[in-house]
């Protein structure tokens, strides 16, 4: 039978090493023991990542349905480590902040996100991880008209983008 694409297409890569990366991750928070799930810790770090958006672009961006961000952020609200306000340019929709208490358990998600990075790119150099981070940033601007996203192009490998971590 002929192939669409080889196996290692760049698609295929892609998802597969999205998909060891998230259950790495998900692998990390429940070990971790941070008393949150992997789903909320994800939807925590969307917040910080994107704070002040409505909370469909962050169901959106994190490709999960509305209801289940709905869901995490319920959860969050009731620890007290978002808030949601409604948003001045329509009142049916909800904007999501952090709240100071969030500061401590992102601080505890940190190391065990540094861990796993580390495992991710290990064997990597410097050069190479700059290289990786730089290409893949290219290729998400390429398939994106989010100006949140596309706005990121131009900062620095290596370098801490000001909403992460």
């Known amino acids: 039978m002929t192939q669409l694409?080889?196996?290692?297409s760049l698609g295929f890569l892609l998802v597969d090493v999205g998909?060891?990366?998230?259950?790495?991750?998900e692998k990390a928070i429940l070990k971790a023991g941070l008393e949150l799930t992997p789903g909320e810790v994800r939807a925590l770090v969307y917040v910080a990542r994107f704070e002040g958006t409505r909370q469909t672009s962050l169901?959106?961006?994190?490709?999960?349905e509305p209801m289940t961000m709905?869901?995490?952020?319920?959860?969050?609200e009731i620890r007290g480590l978002i808030?949601?306000?409604?948003d001045p340019s329509d009142r049916r929709a909800k904007v999501v902040r952090l709240t100071a208490a969030a500061d401590t358990v992102l601080t505890g998600v940190r190391p065990v996100a540094m861990q796993l990075?580390?495992?991710?790119v290990g064997g990597l150099n410097e050069d190479e991880r700059?290289?990786?981070?730089?290409?893949?940033q290219r290729i998400r601007a390429n398939l994106t008209d989010d100006p949140q996203i596309v706005g990121e192009a131009g900062w620095e490998p290596g370098r801490q983008h000001p909403r992460s971590a």
């Open 117 to 120: 990075y580390e495992h991710a």
């Open 59 to 64: 169901s959106e961006r994190m490709g999960i």
């Open 130 to 136: 700059a290289m990786v981070a730089t290409l893949l």
């Open 83 to 86: 808030c949601r306000t409604v």
């Open 70 to 76: 709905s869901t995490y952020l319920d959860r969050l």
């Open 19 to 25: 998909r060891q990366f998230r259950q790495a991750f």
């Open 5 to 8: 694409l080889p196996g290692n």
